[in-house]
């Protein structure tokens, strides 16, 4: 008998075929009893009536227990009513694991428990749709810089310098040397740039950061493309191409998980559509004031309410423009007029999902990057290597780091951060 999976059922209707599958719920009465079936490839439902199978398998379904481990053995058939489409009618149910007081039950839990059980909530069609969504960003951000002439390149997680400044790095011990987990791979990516044009990175990165919002984790994925012979503009195009294709892919691979979450489609094609806005720093700055926030003045970073609001303003992901310099880390190109502003963006998302990606044009001058080091209270002996870059044939180049979890966060359309990544690490729990 043929083994298959519940997502490949449309390609056995009429087929006596077995399935290894988990009873997520239940329903039953004299007559017939419901199983809820799930394998991690979908859910749909078994049917066994007692008149059609011997009474020993009807009792055993009748009994089973929620999160039971079964072999499933039956007919596939299609079913209008249900929008997967089909079903399985059960002749046969050899229980593999039994399961006894499964902690989560179909009744509302409160996040806390739900977080404690993180490994078990996972296996919840919701969470099962979340995990599809960021599985397909995943796919689709290989799929788009392999199309586009790029190289993915591994930076090192263990590293001796701090690209996106001294206060969050996690610090631990390298034999008799310190080391931290990396913030950024950013500036290993540009010892790549120059080595192979264009590059990009999708690994883990830390930050100690003790916010305890809806959009921050301790650690995430990121993905760091950084370009040789490429300007700011340039990179900006890159930029929107590729959380369009995120988007557009999203759309196209994960309409069943997008149903389960209850996301607005027609709202993500609207985010498909290029150029994205672009806006200056000044210019946002000025929006907010003439809008009522007098909480915001000209050098200061924004705040997730500010964000909001410039996000609102647009019908798409917005560029926020050149901000000012003494809140940007060290190694961003100076802007060539003005000394209080450098050559940077970050791409804010749509209804209140914060900044996804934040990018900039590098300094390419050796002097300049010192002195940045300096100013910045950096160890020069650390960043050396770095500084080669400038030494050795330097270029005009840019890149930026698109943050993994706030993008499947939008996308999925869910509240917060944590339920965008299998085992979230946050400020209070690095359990399980
Ligand atoms: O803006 P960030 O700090 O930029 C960098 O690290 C640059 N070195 C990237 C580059 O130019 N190569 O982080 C980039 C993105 C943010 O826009 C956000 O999406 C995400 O990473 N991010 C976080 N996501 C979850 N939790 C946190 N604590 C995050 N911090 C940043
Ligand atoms: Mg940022």
Redesign the pocket.
Known sequence: MKVIQIIDAKDHVGEIVKIGAWVANKRSSGKIAFLQLRDGTAYFQGVVVKSEVPEEVFQLAKNLTQETSVWITGEIREDSRSKFGYEIGIQGIEVVGESHEYPITPKEHGTDFLMDHRHLWLRSSKQHAIMQVRNEIIRATYEFFNQNGFIKIDPPILTGSA??GTTDLFETNYFDQKAYLS????LY?EAAAMAFGKVFSFGP?F?A?K?KTR????E?W?I?P?MAFMHQEESLEVQEQYVAYLVQNVLDNCDYALDVLGRDKELLKKYTQLPFPRISYDDAIELLQKNGFDDITWGEDFGSPHETFIANSFEQPVFILNYPKAIK?FYMKPHPTRDDVVICA?MIAPEGYG??????ERATDYDYLLEQIRAHGLDEEEYSWYLDLRKYGSVPHA?????L???VTWLSGIEH?REAIPFPRLLNRIYP
């Open positions: 690209p996106e913030q950024s791979g950013q990516m990165t930050r950061e916010s959009r921050h984790l301790i995430f990121m760091e950084e880390p970050d900044e996804i990606i934040g990018g900039s890149g930026f780091g698109l943050g979890e706030r993008t951060v």
